[in-house]
């Protein structure tokens, strides 16, 4: 049967928490990883759970619960969505991610997730498209982020049309920056595509025939807004979208 335990313990139970809670995000960033810390908040958070509801009445377990979500974790979301994010993204560590997600969702805190997603997004396809070096591999490289952020959304941020719109808005962000370039090295990809079979592509690690090439690439194409002054190969290429 659960304890009567007053207002008053519950206040100093509570402080302590903090103090101790305080220390634990520093110490566990500087001795183990993101990962490792996550895994620790769902597993502290279970067990505070399961202690709430075995020994607290309904009415004193709210405010032990919140001094445990704070101190684990809403004190710290700037850290917890800053570099180690964009590590856990780079990496595509799909289990942590989904692990944040869900931790900054008992918070409330998805829109500093959202924010560090999209901003992750600008900064990777910002750096595909100012890359003169690697000009060819711009098609692929687009394509290949867009697979690897859209499994992201869908498996580990749950679909979430907050952090969807951010990702279309992303992509249309970086891609219309040069908006022109990217379409002209579309519909020279297209063409390859068209002429050669996937192989010629560079993409059968994602997609597994030249139809689903050429969708994905049509997808790409649909956030641009190219100007009035476009390229044969270009004007070409729109009219492929426009008969598909």
């Given at each position: 049967?659960?304890?009567?335990?007053?207002?008053?313990?519950?206040?100093?139970?509570?402080?302590?928490?903090?103090?101790?809670?305080?220390?634990?995000?520093?110490?566990?960033?500087?001795?183990?990883?993101?990962?490792?810390?996550?895994?620790?908040?769902?597993?502290?958070?279970?067990?505070?759970?399961?202690?709430?509801?075995?020994?607290?009445?309904?009415?004193?377990?709210?405010?032990?619960?919140?001094?445990?979500?704070?101190?684990l974790l809403e004190k710290h979301v700037g850290i917890l969505v800053g570099p180690d994010f964009e590590k856990l993204l780079l990496e595509d560590q799909i289990i942590d991610l989904t692990r944040l997600y869900k931790l900054c969702s008992r918070i409330?805190?998805?829109?500093?997730?959202?924010?560090?997603?999209?901003?992750?997004?600008?900064?990777?396809?910002?750096?595909?498209?100012?890359?003169?070096?690697?000009?060819?591999?711009?098609?692929?490289?687009?394509?290949?982020?867009?697979?690897?952020?859209?499994?992201?959304?869908?498996?580990?941020?749950?679909?979430?049309?907050?952090?969807?719109?951010?990702?279309?808005?992303?992509?249309?962000?970086?891609?219309?920056?040069?908006?022109?370039?990217?379409?002209?090295?579309?519909?020279?990809?297209?063409?390859?595509?068209?002429?050669?079979?996937?192989?010629?592509?560079?993409?059968?690690?994602?997609?597994?025939?030249?139809?689903?090439?050429?969708?994905?690439?049509?997808?790409?194409?649909?956030?641009?807004?190219?100007?009035?002054?476009?390229?044969?190969?270009?004007?070409?290429?729109?009219?492929?979208?426009?008969?598909?």
């Open positions: 049967m659960p304890f009567n335990i007053s207002d008053t313990s519950i206040h100093i139970q509570s402080e302590f928490h903090i103090i101790v809670f305080k220390k634990t995000l520093a110490i566990f960033l500087q001795e183990l990883s993101i990962s490792a810390y996550l895994e620790h908040c769902e597993k502290r958070l279970t067990q505070e759970y399961s202690r709430a509801d075995n020994y607290l009445q309904l009415s004193t377990r709210h405010p032990l619960i919140v001094t445990v979500e704070s101190g409330g805190a998805l829109q500093p997730l959202c924010n560090s997603f999209k901003n992750h997004i600008r900064k990777c396809g910002a750096s595909i498209m100012s890359d003169e070096g690697r000009e060819q591999e711009l098609v692929i490289n687009v394509l290949r982020l867009k697979s690897r952020m859209k499994k992201i959304l869908e498996e580990a941020f749950q679909n979430n049309s907050s952090f969807s719109n951010s990702l279309k808005d992303s992509f249309e962000q970086f891609l219309n920056q040069k908006a022109n370039k990217a379409a002209e090295m579309l519909a020279k990809y297209m063409d390859t595509a068209l002429k050669s079979g996937n192989k010629a592509t560079g993409l059968n690690d994602i997609h597994q025939d030249t139809e689903s090439a050429i969708d994905a690439a049509m997808m790409i194409f649909r956030y641009i807004q190219v100007s009035k002054k476009i390229t044969p190969c270009v004007a070409a290429f729109t009219l492929i979208v426009i008969r598909a």
